[in-house]
């Protein structure tokens, strides 16, 4: 079985209206889990987002009503904004928050989500 939390390959968050997010990280939630979306760190409002329910399947998965599948070629404008993610950060410094999982998830259970 795949662990979604491990698998380091793009994301794409897909729900039932048919709104998509692009998933730049990912963390275990007590209800579910959380995603973030690239440049999650610089918006006022962190673009980070709870799914709720247990986490199904080995690819695509289902977290409630939510769809989270990888990334494909089909997926353009996605791809464009995943490849200019990972340009990004590649120039930011070893030392950036967004190469620090201990600081994500610090950040991340600092948050609330509204139900």
């Known amino acids: 079985m795949v662990d979604i939390f491990t698998l380091t390959a793009p994301l794409l968050v ?3 209206d ?6 730049a990280d990912k963390f275990k939630h007590p209800v579910g889990m959380v995603y973030a979306e690239p440049f999650w760190l610089e918006s006022e ?6 799914l709720k329910g247990e986490i199904k399947g080995e690819g695509p998965w289902k977290v409630g009503d ?3 599948r990888l990334l ?20 930011c410094s070893e030392q950036h ?3 620090d999982m201990e600081l994500k998830q610090s950040i991340i259970n600092n948050m ?3 139900d």
Do not use: K
């Open 45 to 50: 409002l962190p673009a980070a987002y709870i």
């Open 72 to 91: 494909n070629c089909g997926d353009t404008e996605q791809s464009m904004q995943w490849a200019q993610w990972q340009q990004y950060l590649l120039s």
């Open 14 to 16: 897909r729900y039932p």
């Open 97 to 99: 928050a967004y190469h």
């Open 112 to 114: 609330s989500f509204p």
């Open 18 to 23: 048919g709104e998509q997010h692009l998933v």
């Open 66 to 68: 939510v769809i989270v």
